[in-house]
DNA sequence: ACCTGGTCCCGGGCTCGGTTTT
DNA sequence: AAAACCGAGCCCGGGACCAGGT
């Protein structure tokens, strides 16, 4: 921790000093940490396949996998960062062009927030350094030339790192691929993925957290989200254990605890909150970043339904939905199957208790206590009755 | 055969950037 | 310079149709 760390914890401190809670980003799934936690030999892995940037060369293409909660993103952001800045500004091996435009870029275009041609296009061009991307109202092809124009001169070339390819809706890799086609030779991608099927010249593959190391993780994170000395150290030992190498559900977890202790005005982040906490990050959950993502009025359904009775059916949660919001319960039903499509709603079998098929029933399948404390659709406490109905008091840690 | 759950798709309205007309 | 218009993607509503159960 260094001064400035210091001395900005001291004033939140002063600020609210009945809030155990400082600073709930710093526990968020969603945030990359620009040092990345135990993971060094990872580092120099990707470093060794973009050497010849340092040449100024375009590196090969390069395929980074492994299991969810890995840090695969995090990795990539903090090093493609860290490259774009040291390669992009002045420095050492700036190339930049008198105008101050950079020649060489590190992009990373994330498909959870560009699942579509159009913007996929936009993301990239931001990340290109593009200040004004329309986000209506131009076609998909004038996006293209402009990705084209920034890419077309000799000896530029742009590193793309495209995450999450696998979760989007209207892209996988061959449509990545076209699109990137007009400047093939100026570009290298980078995939990151759970398991890719593509011919990269170079693969990394990244292994779950040791235990040890993901109790560091969680230890970092949470001394400078929270309140000193408001957690045990071997109480994160056990979340990390439990949820096995999974950094992801860890945090979930973590900042749920966090988020329970504060709402109570708790002094401390104790074993039952943590407890409760774990019973809100289901067994299989997609990636929070995921849920957020989506469009408010999904969002504000995934809320509305944390708040109803546990378990509905598909019909159920549609009418007591539409009725909480401004949405039709046909809608609302559409929503209700396409996120279950989409993995962010579990349907599991009921059973018959009138003629026709059965229904499935909805359960959450994303760490809802997290997203309560993240998303501004909905807060803390309107999940507390879900958390007490959900924590079972025989739960043994 | 009948009923209900589940999937798929399309029309239309909305917002907003860009273009043409006044 | 302002207003009207056009067209892009996105979102909602709803209907047609298929699947699975009694």
């Known amino acids: 921790m260094d001064l400035s760390e210091r001395i900005e914890r001291r004033q939140l401190r002063t600020r609210d000093e009945e809030r155990i809670l400082l600073d709930r980003s710093q526990l968020s799934p969603t945030v990359h940490v620009e040092e990345p936690v135990g993971r060094a030999p990872v580092l120099e892995a990707v470093l060794d396949a973009v050497e010849p940037a340092f040449d100024g060369r375009l590196p090969p293409e390069l395929a980074i996998e492994g299991p969810p909660g890995v840090g695969k993103s995090a990795i990539v952001h903090a090093l493609y960062r860290a490259l774009g800045d040291g390669l992009g500004t002045a420095g050492s091996i700036a190339t930049s062009t008198r105008g101050g435009r950079p020649e060489r870029w590190f992009a990373i275009v994330d498909c959870r927030h560009a699942g579509t041609d159009f913007s996929f296009y936009r993301r990239l061009l931001l990340q290109l350094g593009a200040e004004e991307v329309p986000a209506h109202g131009v076609g998909t092809d004038r996006l293209r030339e402009r990705v084209t124009e920034y890419v077309s001169q000799r000896g530029q070339w742009a590193v793309i790192a495209v995450d999450h390819v696998e979760e989007a809706d209207d892209l996988d890799v061959e449509a990545v691929r076209e699109l990137l086609a007009p400047v093939a030779d100026a570009t290298s991608v980078t995939w990151l993925g759970q398991s890719l099927d593509v ?68 002094d401390a982040i104790a074993r039952p909150h943590f407890v409760a906490a774990g019973e809100a990050v289901p067994e299989t959950t997609v990636h929070l970043d995921r849920v957020l993502a989506l469009p408010e009025n999904r969002r504000r359904v995934l809320a509305t339904l944390l708040q109803i009775e ?66 501004d659709v909905l807060t803390v406490d309107d999940v507390v009755d879900r958390v007490r109905q959900q924590t079972e008091p025989t739960v043994s840690w």
């Open 199 to 266: 011919d990269a010249e170079q693969t990394v593959r990244i292994e779950p957290y040791r235990h040890h190391a993901l109790t560091d993780l969680l230890s970092q994170r949470c001394s400078r989200a929270v309140r000193t000395d408001a957690f045990e150290h071997d109480d994160l030992r056990a979340v990390a254990a439990q949820q096995e190498g999974n950094a992801h559900d860890a945090l979930a977890v973590a900042l749920g605890a966090a988020l329970l202790a504060d709402n109570e005005h708790a």
């Open 310 to 375: 546990l378990d509905p059916t598909v019909a159920e949660a549609a009418t007591a939905i539409a009725e909480r919001t401004s949405l039709t319960a046909g809608t609302v039903r559409r929503f209700c199957y396409e996120l279950a499509d989409a993995g962010v709603l579990a349907r599991h079998g009921g059973h018959a208790d009138a003629r026709g098929r059965d229904p499935s029933h909805l359960r959450p399948a994303f760490p809802w206590l997290a997203f309560a404390g993240l998303d």
